[in-house]
């Protein structure tokens, strides 16, 4: 059977084929690999005048080229951390929030509250509305459900069962029609 040059193939083993190698990102020689050169060039690297680079598939799954994913190009993430930007708007209700307020039982007779407690008062302290807070003369008491999460990324990889790609050292041209 004969190959294009540039042809990769998968195979279920660590033996590279006669012709072919990994698919690992390795640097060859223009010298030595002028065919492979001549059809993929430096898309996968190098500089072109002394070597270029195999393709690189390890961890990586082959998409098609299109006018957004050009010949070459990489990208993607096996993970990915999340933020509150990624979720959607949503809400927690915080049950019922306990608060101790420490009162005295003596009558109030100052008016800076700094290491002082609520003393009793003639005017009444306390409100019957409930909207969200609750007021005590001008006090707010309020919470949330506090922070939970470790901050860990989450994995978006698809399920893979790992094999080896090579790519063919020699063989035809691919003719362009």
């Known amino acids: 059977m004969e190959f294009f ?9 660590n033996v590279s084929p006669k012709g072919f190698m990994k698919c690992e990102g390795q640097t060859l020689e223009t ?3 002028p065919a492979l050169f001549s059809v993929i060039g430096i898309n996968y690297g190098g500089n072109g005048t002394t070597n270029f680079k195999l393709p690189d598939l390890r961890d990586r799954s082959i998409v098609h080229q299109s006018a957004t994913k050009l010949l070459g190009a990489v990208g993607g993430s096996s993970s990915v951390q999340l933020s509150q930007e990624n979720l959607p708007s949503h809400q927690h209700d915080s049950g019922t929030l306990k608060t101790e307020l ?8 100052e008016s800076v509250p700094g290491g002082m407690y609520i003393g009793l008062a003639s005017a009444s302290l306390y409100t019957e509305t409930l909207t969200g807070t609750s007021k005590l003369n001008g006090f707010e008491t309020s919470g949330n459900t506090g922070s ?30």
Do not use: K
């Open 148 to 177: 939970v999460g470790a901050s860990e990324s989450v994995d978006i990889q698809n399920p893979y069962l790992a094999m080896n790609y090579f790519i063919s050292l020699y063989g035809v041209l691919p003719v362009q029609e």
């Open 102 to 109: 420490r009162v005295s039982d003596e009558s109030a007779d």
């Open 5 to 13: 040059v540039s042809q990769i193939i998968c195979l279920a083993t």
């Open 31 to 33: 010298a030595d690999y």
